[in-house]
């Protein structure tokens, strides 16, 4: 497991990779993108999870571990002369799929969990909208994306009783525990991750709220492969800076200020300018009495 360039990449790699880093490499700004080559899952290591967890990892997903066991790539532009992270693209390895909720064997007997969240009351679902996950035994979810701490990306199974279907969805749980729905399948949330080029919270362009403001800056200048155009549309009510990336990251060359300093005036000009100002004070003083004298 080693950070490659573009370059050395495998075929294999490069196919896997859709060609997005040749797409980030000519982007102006970017600095520097970064591809951590990993090898592949052995298949004991899936069958072993599969068994762990009592559920079977959908075809696509197994056939993606089977190929790299996990994704990652980060990219960074030139911000002051110095590299600044900006997009990231990182699929957990088998080992690190975790249950989401799942009771901890070190946690208290009355701790509080995600369960708890649950509510009875709550509906299942809108018409329009699919059924959304549970936290309870309901629903197995397993993360496969922490999203730099914007929320998560998981793998969702929603139907576990009497056993666990082999149906699986993609979801996005945002970090006031919400879940917005993704992709049905791994392959499609996939090419929305490459895509979307690992932009700073590109999973909220799918919720109902949609991307910060300050996100909506980078996605104005990089622009996801396929992007919504009415994403990146002005409200009346907000305001968001056109930002030109060949002028943002164009190196400035600062003008010096030249400071003039006046002469030095000599020490006995200085004296002789005194003197001159102290006999000229008695003599106009003088004068103006002699004028205010009474004429006799």
Request: glycine share 4%; proline share 8%.
């Amino acid at each position: 497991m080693e950070d490659k360039p573009y370059s050395s990449l495998k075929p294999s790699m490069d196919r896997l990779t859709l060609g997005v880093i040749r797409i980030l490499e000519t982007s102006p700004g970017v600095d520097e993108v970064t591809f951590v080559e990993k090898e592949p899952a052995e298949r004991h290591s899936i069958v072993s999870w599969e068994q762990k967890n009592s559920c079977v990892l959908p075809e696509d997903l197994k056939n993606f571990y089977l190929m790299s066991d996990g994704f990652h790539m980060t990219w960074s532009v030139k911000f002051d002369d110095n590299p600044m992270p900006l997009g990231s693209m990182v699929i957990n390895g088998i080992s690190k799929l975790s249950r989401l909720g799942g009771s901890s064997a070190y946690a208290l007997p009355n701790a509080p969990t995600l369960a708890d969240l649950e509510d009875d009351m709550d509906e299942e679902g809108d018409e329009d909208q699919p059924e959304k996950p549970h936290f309870d035994s309901r629903s197995l979810i397993f993360e496969l994306d922490p999203c730099n701490g914007n929320g998560k990306v998981c793998l969702v199974y929603k139907h576990t009783k009497p056993v666990v279907t082999p149906d699986t969805e993609i979801w996005f749980l945002d970090r006031a525990l919400y879940w917005h729905f993704l992709t049905e399948t791994f392959t499609a949330y996939y090419r929305l991750l490459i895509t979307h080029l690992g932009l700073p919270q590109w999973q909220y362009a799918f919720t109902s709220y949609g991307i910060s403001p300050q996100a909506k800056q980078w996605f104005n200048m990089y622009k996801p492969i396929t992007i919504n155009t009415a994403l990146l549309s002005e409200e009346p009510d907000s305001f968001v800076n056109k930002l030109d990336p060949n002028k943002v990251f164009k190196s400035k060359n600062k003008t010096p200020v030249i400071k003039k300093k006046l002469p030095a005036q000599p020490a006995g000009s200085q004296k002789s300018h005194a003197s001159t100002t102290t006999s000229r004070t008695p003599s106009l003083s003088g004068n103006a009495l002699r004028k205010r004298e009474p004429q006799t």
